[in-house]
Nanobody, 121 residues
Framework: QVQLVESGGGLVQPGGSLRLSCAAS????????MGWYRQAPGKQRELVAA???????TYTDSVKGRFTISRDNAKNTVYLQMNSLKHEDTAVYYC???????????????WGQGTQVTVSS
């Protein structure tokens, strides 16, 4: 089994910062990419940022310049540093990993349970 455990969410004032962490554990052969998605009430889940095993990153336009994704491959952990937070960043943030559980298996998507981020004064 594979588990993705997130931490670091919470309540923060506009302009503040939070750092999310997500650690993958279990029967993992290799991780191709890890990322963060978010879902606000009444909206579809959207990609926030992602990073490949080689360090290539992508961000949704609304967070460019404010959020930074990073990864510790040795710990199978991905981080999301969120600065200059805005009300519209309020959402449940989900960790995602595209990984193989075995050398001959196809890559599959795995998800964390989600962590709430609330930006409010």
């Amino acid at each position: 089994q594979v588990q993705l455990v997130e931490s670091g969410g919470g309540l923060v004032q506009p302009g503040g910062s939070l750092r999310l962490s997500c650690a993958a554990s279990g029967n993992i052969f290799s991780i191709h990419a890890m990322g963060w998605y978010r879902q606000a009430p009444g909206k579809q889940r959207e990609l926030v940022a992602a990073i490949t095993s080689g360090g290539l990153t992508t961000y949704t336009d609304s967070v460019k310049g404010r959020f930074t994704i990073s990864r510790d491959n040795a710990k199978n952990t991905v981080y999301l540093q969120m600065n200059s937070l805005k009300h519209e960043d309020t959402a449940v943030y989900y960790c995602n990993a595209l990984l193989r559980v075995w050398v001959h298996s196809a890559p599959g998507d795995y998800w964390g349970q989600g962590t709430q981020v609330t930006v409010s004064s």
